[in-house]
């Protein structure tokens, strides 16, 4: 089992660009979430989706948005990057929910210029 | 929002030396995780204390949960140097029960 994957794992990209980053999961959970990693900020909850169908706002989510595309993958998009955007993105999923246990992506490191 | 305080910020020690990081969070938990990161890497999920629970012990970790001064710790015995690693604290609250994470405890083990 590959368990979560992400891609890209680096990204480069201009103020104003777009982009779509991607995490697929292989262990059947039905939650699914996206943080982002600030040097001296711990993790911080961009957006999650409990189950296949349905996604919720976490503590950060201006400037992006998500698509569960179906149970495997949930999407992250970014539709006009800022340079505050420059940050490390992981991906995690859970099958008992998101008070529990996560299992994370390797992370996309995101650079806005 | 920040619920858990990693401390100390940075640690090292001695490899075979036993490394004790401690957590603090603010308001009443579910329960309370513990995850390594490795550099470049995702995180790894360590182990989960319930808040009815006062200590657990997996492999050559050992947690404590002290509820009433809303803080934990993480003990790992006969540190190596694949220890070597951040470890953070995050708490899963009543009725908000999202998984917060600290800012993390930079543990370096010397060979």
């Known amino acids: 089992n590959a368990g979560v994957t992400q891609t890209p794992k680096f990204q480069v990209l201009k103020t104003g660009q777009s982009m779509t980053l991607q995490c697929a999961q292989d262990?059947?959970?039905?939650?699914m979430y996206w943080y982002r990693q600030d040097p001296g900020m711990g993790l911080r909850l961009i957006y999650y989706s409990a189950s296949e169908g349905t996604t919720d706002k976490g503590e950060v989510p201006n400037g992006y948005n998500v698509s569960r595309l179906n149970k495997r993958e949930f999407s992250l998009r970014l539709e006009s990057a800022a340079p505050s955007q420059t940050s490390v993105y992981f991906c995690?999923?859970?099958?008992?929910?998101?008070?529990?246990?996560?299992?994370f992506g390797p992370g996309t490191r995101l650079t806005v210029t | 929002s920040q619920q858990g305080e990693e401390d100390p910020q940075a640690l090292s020690i001695q490899e075979g030396e036993n490394a004790t990081m401690n957590c603090s969070y603010k308001?009443?938990?579910?329960?309370l995780q513990w995850y390594r990161q490795n550099s470049g890497r995702g995180l790894v999920h360590l182990i989960l204390i319930r808040s009815n629970e006062r200590e657990k012990h997996s492999g050559r970790l050992r947690v404590t949960l002290d509820t009433s001064k809303k803080s934990s710790s993480l003990l790992i015995t006969a540190s190596r140097a694949a220890d070597t690693a951040s470890y953070f604290c995050?708490?899963?609250?009543?009725?908000?029960?999202?998984?917060?994470f600290g800012t993390g405890t930079r543990l370096t083990i010397i060979p």
């Open positions: 262990m059947n959970h039905n939650s």
């Open positions: 308001t009443s938990i579910n329960n």
């Open positions: 995690a999923s859970s099958d008992r929910g998101i008070a529990y246990e996560q299992y």
């Open positions: 995050a708490t899963a609250n009543f009725g908000n029960e999202k998984l917060t």
